[in-house]
């Protein structure tokens, strides 16, 4: 009772796991970087604690990142990382896993290491330690964390999970050391061991690539595919924790991958070919989550919900599911030219949800180059039918400093607010009833660029400039009424791209800052920006040398190991039709030869939509 929320550390929620410790053949640690408020909201961790815990002879257990008032008393008092069931220490875990969702929470694992009393390298910790493994969208350039992490999980968790727990209990009977575990793991398809390929780099500091050092391993970590989402295992008695989470409610995952090919965004690469769970599964799955958690929300989770190819119906099922309970339905990543107001408007008869739209860019010629498929007309057209509908607040997410941007672009920003403000005013005009207070929120992020995408070449704006477009911004909105202007840290996301596009070097810096007391960098109130100055400059570190060098194509990546599935190939191409401000159609109009079909049956969406539509 010294601590803020201590019902976060207590245990004992509704459907966690009881298992005995000391009755199973392996103790997996599953660990968040951060609290327990936001990891309880990452449907990630749901389905790996529900994975695991489903094999008898495995039992996970969850660690989370204390508070800084419980880290404190921790400290204080001599007490080591312990996970929620059990309060059992993490160093007594036989792998301790993290999900690495977020570059700035890379301090956070460092500092649940050094809580747990165990050493951050990896050749520093000998056979009576965990073995350290991590997954997660971070992990396709696993590179930064390559001294610290023993083996990365690459692509989806649920089949190569299973794997390497029992390759990990048949070694442990065995007697085996850590390096034999670790030679049997990189034989897995999907498991990256950073230890076994020596980085090489050039007199001029350039990495040129990697030497291995073990046969076994293979020469490029191909990730893992789970194909169909109909017979992989999902959580339908999920934990439900005592307070409140910053995602309280219901979740259903929809699919997997996207087929717009935003030329920006990681996840829509690497997560590719989309695979859809069926309508009837969904409904399935929802209802009895709904009935097992008794929350008061369902959610739908994918890249883009309204892609999904029953959308209609589905959500016409749902809504009656969801009447019968009580319960709102919720549906996140709309698309704007997808968008359909029939769904809309029966969501809105039981509980009227939030409204956010995506337009990413200003202007037609901006979208064109980071391949938004969106015009000014599907934004007016939809805006118009929400406000019609009774929606006086709409959100808009941008995302400045993106290759090609110009103030004209920014100007772009101001202008589809303002058009917003007309579009009610004139709504108004034929419906009065609709009169009342009007907001328009623009939301903007910095462009950071990321591995495994067209713009993995390209350079992101200085410091310095990002502050300027944000001002620049900041007076266009200012001048028109009822919008609201929210936009991300300038510093936090200079950090991120530097651990976005890292190679080994960087985890001396990162340890280094650690040392220097950083933690909860994604946090305002945490984040220091000066001490990870120091710690770069300690370490001769160059931060810009990631962050803003615009990066040749012939250049060798420190993510080259990790095959995405879509090739570097059309990856390069991307990248050139964006210079050349051209388009790429979605898959669904024919295959745009991405790669991935070298890995996985990928749909052929003509026939498939053709089937479907027939069978509507």
């Given at each position: 009772?010294?601590?803020?929320?201590p019902?976060v550390?207590?245990?004992g929620?509704l459907?966690?796991c009881e298992k005995?410790?000391?009755e199973t053949?392996?103790?997996?640690g599953?660990c968040?970087?951060?609290?327990?408020e936001?990891g309880?909201s990452?449907l990630?961790?749901?389905?790996?604690?529900h994975?695991?815990?489903e094999?008898?002879n495995?039992?996970?257990q969850?660690?989370f990142?204390p508070?800084t008032d419980m880290?404190?008393?921790?400290?204080?008092?001599?007490l080591p990382?312990?996970?929620?069931?059990?309060?059992?220490?993490a160093a007594?875990?036989?792998?301790?896993g993290?999900?690495?969702?977020y570059e700035?929470?890379?301090?956070?694992?460092?500092?649940?290491l050094n809580?747990?009393?165990?050493?951050l390298r990896s050749r520093d910790r000998?056979?009576?330690?965990p073995?350290?493994?991590a997954g997660g969208?971070?992990s396709?350039?696993?590179?930064?964390?390559?001294?610290?992490?023993?083996f990365f999980?690459?692509?989806?968790?649920?089949?190569?999970l299973?794997e390497v727990?029992?390759?990990?209990?048949r070694?442990k009977?065995?007697?085996?050391?850590?390096?034999g575990l670790l030679?049997?793991?990189a034989?897995?398809?999907?498991?990256?061991v950073?230890?076994?390929?020596r980085?090489?780099y050039?007199?001029?500091?350039?990495l040129?690539?990697y030497?291995?050092?073990?046969?076994?391993?293979p020469d490029?970590?191909?990730k893992?595919?789970?194909?169909?989402?109909d017979t992989?295992?999902y959580p339908l008695?999920?934990v439900?924790?005592?307070?409140?989470?910053v995602h309280?409610r219901?979740?259903?995952e929809?699919f997997?991958g996207?087929t717009?090919?935003?030329?920006f965004?990681?996840a829509?690469?690497?997560?590719r070919p989309?695979?859809e769970?069926s309508?009837?599964?969904?409904?399935?799955?929802?209802?009895?989550?709904?009935?097992?958690t008794?929350?008061?929300?369902?959610?739908?989770l994918?890249?883009s919900?309204s892609d999904?190819s029953?959308?209609e119906?589905l959500?016409?099922d749902?809504?009656?599911?969801?009447?019968k309970?009580?319960?709102g339905?919720?549906l996140p990543?709309?698309?704007?030219d997808?968008f359909s107001?029939?769904?809309?408007?029966?969501?809105?008869?039981y509980r009227k949800?939030?409204l956010?739209f995506?337009?990413?860019a200003?202007?037609?010629?901006?979208?064109?180059?980071?391949?938004k498929?969106?015009?000014?007309?599907h934004i007016?057209?939809a805006?118009e039918?929400?406000i019609r509908?009774?929606?006086q607040?709409i959100?808009?997410?941008?995302?400045?400093?993106?290759?090609?941007?110009t103030?004209?672009?920014?100007?772009?920003?101001?202008e589809i607010?303002e058009r917003?403000?007309?579009?009610y005013?004139r709504?108004?005009q034929?419906?009065p009833e609709?009169?009342?207070r009007f907001?328009?929120?623009?939301?903007v992020?910095?462009?950071?660029?990321k591995?495994?995408?067209p713009?993995?070449?390209a350079?992101q704006d200085?410091?310095e400039?990002?502050?300027?477009k944000?001002?620049?911004?900041?007076?266009?909105?200012?001048r028109i009424?009822?919008?609201?202007?929210q936009y991300h840290?300038t510093?936090t996301?200079s950090?991120?791209?530097?651990f976005?596009?890292?190679d080994?070097r960087v985890?001396d810096?990162?340890i280094?800052?650690?040392?220097?007391?950083?933690k909860?960098?994604?946090w305002?109130e945490h984040?220091?920006?000066?001490?990870w100055?120091?710690?770069?400059?300690?370490t001769?570190i160059?931060?810009e040398?990631y962050s803003?060098?615009?990066?040749?194509t012939?250049e060798?990546?420190?993510?080259?190991?990790i095959?995405?599935?879509?090739?570097?190939?059309y990856?390069?191409?991307e990248?050139?039709k964006?210079?050349?401000?051209?388009v790429t159609?979605?898959?669904?109009?024919?295959?745009?030869?991405?790669?991935i079909?070298r890995l996985?049956e990928?749909?052929d969406?003509?026939?498939?939509?053709?089937?479907?539509?027939e069978?509507a």
């Open positions: 009772m010294q601590v803020a929320k019902a550390y207590m245990g929620e459907y966690s005995e410790a000391g053949d392996l103790n997996f599953f968040f970087p951060d609290t327990y936001i309880m990452y990630g961790l749901q389905i790996i604690y994975v695991l815990n094999q008898e495995v039992f996970c969850r660690f990142a508070g880290e404190a008393l921790m400290r204080q008092n001599g990382l312990f996970s929620v069931e059990k309060k059992q220490p007594e875990m036989d792998i301790l993290f999900t690495l969702q700035l929470s890379f301090t956070n694992i460092l500092n649940m809580l747990a009393g165990i050493p000998g056979e009576e330690y073995v350290i493994a969208n971070c396709f350039n696993p590179e930064p964390l390559a001294d610290i992490i023993d999980m690459i692509g989806d968790g649920e089949e190569v299973v727990a029992e390759t990990a209990i070694h009977k065995e007697g085996g050391t850590k390096r030679e049997k793991l034989r897995i398809e999907g498991v990256y950073p230890a076994f390929y980085p090489e050039g007199e001029d500091g350039m040129t690539g030497e291995k050092l073990y046969d076994g391993a490029r970590v191909v893992r595919i789970v194909n169909d989402m992989v295992t008695k999920p439900v924790p005592f307070v409140d989470v309280d219901s979740v259903i929809l997997r996207c717009r090919g935003c030329r965004c990681q829509g690469m690497i997560c989309v695979r769970r309508r009837q599964k969904v409904v399935e799955y929802a209802e009895k989550q709904l009935d097992n008794g929350y008061d929300e369902m959610s739908l994918s890249l919900t999904y029953e959308i119906p959500v016409s749902l809504m009656k599911s969801c009447r309970r009580e319960a339905l919720s990543s709309l698309r704007l997808s107001y029939e769904i809309l408007d029966e969501i809105q008869k949800t939030g956010t995506a337009p990413e200003g202007t037609q010629r901006l979208r064109d180059i980071i391949n498929s969106i015009t000014d007309e007016d057209a805006a039918q929400a509908l009774g929606y607040h959100k808009l997410y941008f995302m400045i400093g993106l290759p090609g941007e103030d004209e672009d920014l100007d772009g920003i101001a607010a917003m403000n007309r579009i005013r709504v108004c034929d419906m609709r009169k009342g907001q328009v929120t623009v939301s992020s910095n462009f950071v660029p591995a495994h995408t713009f993995q070449w350079a200085t410091p400039e990002f502050n300027r944000h001002y620049y911004l900041k007076d266009r909105l200012k009424k009822g919008v609201s202007y840290g510093e996301s950090l991120e791209a530097v976005a596009r890292g080994r985890c810096a990162l280094r800052a650690f040392e220097m007391g950083c909860f960098d994604g305002t984040f220091d920006y000066g001490k100055m120091r710690a770069f400059e300690e001769g160059r931060p040398f803003e060098r615009l990066r040749d012939e060798f990546l420190p993510w080259d190991l095959d995405s599935g879509v090739t570097k190939a990856l390069l191409k990248y050139r964006a210079q050349e401000e051209a159609p979605d898959c669904r109009e024919g295959c745009t030869g991405c790669g079909r996985t990928c749909p969406y003509r026939g498939s939509r053709k089937e479907q539509t069978q």
